[in-house]
């Protein structure tokens, strides 16, 4: 029941109105003032100057330089995104560990990424090697920036409530608990938040800084990794079905007749579009870059050019039946899928045109992410500083 | 922002009260005494009697006769949804026009289904002579009756705020309008509300009375019409997607190589497990009834038996890779595929365990729907109460 007079309504209030004056400032591409503030929150000018100070008091909004914003009246001071706070993301997939710093404002401020093989690693030895990438990193941040949390992007189903990977097919991981491995390399008591990597991707593409929303905020992330992680978004937040296990569209079949996949099942997307199926198609090294598949395909190789027809063959029949049951006509491609989307992209849209059920009334789009080597370091630093904004008043007290 | 005094907002509250009063009646699978009301929403019993009382006025609720419901203390009143208010549900398939008129108890009312074959029809006649049917219901109604509204379903893609079907392909239909066709049949000013058919049959799924839940909440619903329509369902909503388009399942690609489908796109689902490909596959003719697939199948019939195994594999598939991006591991067969669920369960079971990444954590299961014909029409029904239920107070003005 809804009731006008409740007692302990006056500091849930505060907490709402607070998180909607800095969800304001996050989201806004240009500094704010407090009469701007006021405008698009409908606040008064005098409630709105006072929740500001108070975030400003708290580190979560900074003041930069004063200007005359408009012709005439008072100079007016811009309003940003609190630089002190800070998130630490980590990644670890079958070709890389990462670990990012990012902050309020959604800058890098510290960053390390290692290749290397991972596929059917130990999680002891890996976690201890990222544990020490990001206690490295930690220690040469500057004194006054305040590390709100840690998140840890996966590639697999992740328990995220329980703080448990589940199961991921190219690391050959299974029923492992990522903070108790990385806690002897974090500040004491720091929580660690799991994530998939490839919803954590997709955030990067959702939101270009912690609350600031980016190109795309309906469309569907495929992230071409080893293997193929994917994602679904829908107005800005990744859909995460009943566990939080949805958007694995790797492993939609393409061909219930075709090659094994690490998951148990056959003709799976990823056997197709995959970097080390692609690869390997094409006759290439395994740890050869997209631009050298890309070159091949251009000076005419056979095998190479086979290798490519195929992934956007299964990219287009596997993303067709994706939209037809989502309604979200537009793909983003990330990783080595994004790098080689200018050559896969006309053999993907003819599917997706001829296989799209409402394709004549919506025709679906194919753009390419920005190339962001560990993006999923970055989406997990954004997910922390997603609770911030979500919820400064709990960094206020 | 929120604010503790506004002018308007006392009657918003009263509105919003009212809702939660009508809701928690519905819900309830038993009459709840007005004490029970306040009890399950917070409210004191004087403002909850209040508020029941408003909605027995307006015939929203209706007390039933007075029992003693505890030992000690006062008689109560139950109540229950008000049996005055109904609507109207309308159906076009493949293979029926179906008219229903479903009470705010959830009670059928009246109805008529009719079979015959609309494949390839025309949409004047066709929904002229729906029209038709829906008129000699409502004209036999009892005159205290209030047909608050008409739902419609159809089988294919719907644009729900222009009231267009944009394409149903089985039906051959595009770019219809079908209020207009209606409307001579329908009282003067009544709204025609569409629908996609497996949409609405899914909330029959979820609901088994106007806002009262169903066994099942968070479901993929597979409708076996003619071809196969679906719908994905959180929470007991059925997931709309971006346009309204989303559910797609029948048009999920299990074989780029496979036959030829109505929609454009080879080797859609509905190519192998509609009734139409499952009967022509097990030479039977078009309009035989699934329990003669069924015991064609018992009795040894080889061709009846690679037809349902063709059948069962393609579900297995294509249900696999739609559990993989929706994380939604229950399935709901209807129509057709709901009769044949006991003989289609093990292939499809056998699919899923191996197909689903997360399996081994939360196997899926597979239920059969209360086979329902024409249940599209109840659903087209159940929509239309579900407005009255979440605003009964417009319709007490």
């Known amino acids: 029941m809804i009731r006008e007079q409740t007692g302990a309504r006056q500091s849930s209030l505060r907490a709402t109105n607070l998180a909607l004056v800095l969800r304001t400032v996050c989201a806004s591409p240009d500094p704010l003032s407090r009469a701007a503030v006021a405008g698009a929150t409908g606040m008064t000018r005098a409630t709105a100057a006072r929740l500001v100070d108070d975030l400003v008091g708290g580190g ?72 020490g990438l990001a206690a490295d990193l930690l220690a040469g941040l500057p004194r006054n920036l305040r590390v709100v949390g840690t998140g840890l992007a996966l ?17 050959g991981w299974s029923d492992v608990r990522p903070a108790d491995l990385l806690a002897p390399h974090l500040p004491s008591g720091a929580s660690v938040v799991l994530g998939n990597e490839a919803d954590l991707a997709a955030r990067t593409v959702a939101e270009t800084a912690p609350g600031r929303p980016g190109a795309h905020r309906d469309f569907l992330y495929l992230s071409g990794q080893i293997g193929v992680g994917g994602a679904a978004v829908l107005a800005g937040r990744v859909m995460s079905g009943s566990s939080g296990w ?3 569209m790797g492993h939609v079949c393409v061909d219930p007749d075709g090659p094994p996949c690490r998951c148990g099942s056959t003709g799976c997307l990823e056997q197709y ?45 596997a993303l067709a039946g994706v939209i037809n049951v989502l309604d979200i006509p537009t793909v983003v491609l990330g990783g080595h899928l994004g790098e080689l989307a200018g050559l896969l992209r006309p053999a993907v849209q003819d599917h997706l045109d001829r296989r799209v059920l409402s394709a004549g009334w919506r025709r679906p789009t194919i753009a390419a992410a920005d190339t962001h080597p560990a993006a999923g370091a970055t989406g997990a630093a954004l997910r922390v500083l997603g609770d911030v904004v979500a919820d400064p008043a709990r960094r206020l007290s």
């Open 60 to 131: 979560l909004l900074d003041e930069v330089e004063r200007v005359v914003l408009a012709r005439r009246g008072r100079p007016a001071t811009p309003l940003v995104p609190g630089a002190r706070f800070a998130a630490l993301g980590l990644q670890v997939d079958a070709g890389l560990l990462a670990a990012r710093v990012l902050d309020l404002r959604g800058r890098v401020v510290a960053e390390q990424v290692t290749d290397g093989d991972f596929v059917g690693s130990a999680p002891v030895p890996t976690l201890a090697r990222l544990g």
């Open 273 to 317: 579009a995959g970097r080390h199926a692609l690869l390997s198609a094409a006759g290439l090294p395994l740890d050869a870059a997209p631009g050298e598949l890309a070159a091949r395909v251009a000076a005419g190789d056979p095998a190479a050019g086979r290798a490519l027809d195929t992934a956007a063959r299964a990219l287009g029949v």
């Open 246 to 248: 949805a958007g694995e």
């Open 155 to 171: 590639p697999g189903i992740v328990d995220v409530d329980a703080g448990v990977l589940l199961r991921a097919p190219n690391l």
